[in-house]
Structure formats: C-alpha cells, structure tokens
C-alpha cells in the first residue's frame, strides 16, 4: 500500500512512518497541489490522507475525482468545509475527526 500524506503536520512524519511499517506502506508526504498531483501521476498511490485548512487545499480532491477515482481519501477538515466536500460524491471519502491518534487513523487506512 502507498499512502499519500497532505498538509500534514511535518512533525508527525516519523510517527506516519513508523505505523505505515505495521501495514507494510510506504509514505508520500506532500505541501501543495502541485507536488500532490506530481507523486499521484508518478506513483501507484492506493490512500490519500488529506488536511484540508484553506479552500486550494480542495483542488487535489477535485483532480482526484477527475482522473483516480479508486484511490480512498481521507479527510480531515473543520466543520466548514463539509458542505464543500459534499459535491465530491464519485471520489471514495471519509471526513475523519480532527482531533485523531494514529492507532485509529490505522485502523481507517486498512478498512
């Protein structure tokens, strides 16, 4: 499995890491679209794990659900964007909380 990590605390690279050798993974890790759609378009991504904190930070969904539609996303995002994220209904998505420990994020990356 190849699990892309957007926007994500680089601080918690090495923790992604550790538990990604638990599920045999490998990890991506990007901060902008432009490097995001780059590892989606140079590798066979199966996950996504997206932050979503501004309204840009949605556009890699959308190129998601234009040209990957079978890679599972998941999103953590405050409560404002749920309605944006809501025209998103062909893209595999789960909201995640945004206030998640690493053993559940595991147990969503491999279900």
């Known amino acids: 499995m190849n699990i892309l990590f957007i926007n994500s605390d680089a601080s918690m690279h090495e923790e992604f890491n550790e538990f990604s050798q638990d599920i045999h993974a490998k990890n991506y890790f990007s901060n902008s679209t432009e490097m995001s759609i780059a590892l989606l378009n140079e590798h066979q991504i199966d996950a996504v794990v997206i932050k979503i904190g501004k309204l840009s930070d949605v556009s890699v969904l959308k190129y ?3 040209y990957y539609k079978h ?3 998941l999103v953590s995002a405050r409560e404002d964007f749920e309605e944006v994220l809501a ?3 062909q893209v595999d998505f789960e909201v995640l909380p945004s206030k998640m420990g690493l053993a559940e ?3 969503h990356l491999v279900h």
Do not use: G
Request: charged residues 35%; proline residues 0%; neutral net charge.
């Open 105 to 107: 994020l595991k147990e």
């Open 87 to 89: 025209i998103f209904n």
């Open 71 to 73: 890679i599972k996303v």
């Open 64 to 66: 998601i659900n234009d």
